[in-house]
């Protein structure tokens, strides 16, 4: 749509408040549109906000090509911990409810 390539575009310019607009109008749009579900997790991400981020990468289809990306995305999520073994520890407190999302493949 008009509205998730606009926000891809402010993405890229790291317009983020623009971009997370954007692809909310997306969704209001289409609600299944699975890439303005994943690029606002990553609007999300990118301004720190985890919490937000995680909950809009949960709403993403069972679709497989998504279903990497979104694991993809969660790895990225954790790369922010202080050590490896806290990011080893969040990752796998995280796996199973993932694997709850992707296993109704």
Known sequence: TVFLNRGLIYLKQ???IQAG???QKALRV???NNLAKLNLGDVYFLQKDIEN???????VS???IYNQQLLRRVG???TDSLTFMQWIMNFETTLPELLSITADN
């Open 14 to 16: 790291k317009s983020f």
């Open 21 to 23: 607009q954007q692809f």
């Open 30 to 32: 289409n609600p299944e």
């Open 53 to 59: 981020a995680f909950l809009h990468w949960k709403t």
């Open 62 to 64: 069972k679709a497989e």
């Open 76 to 78: 990225y999520l954790h």
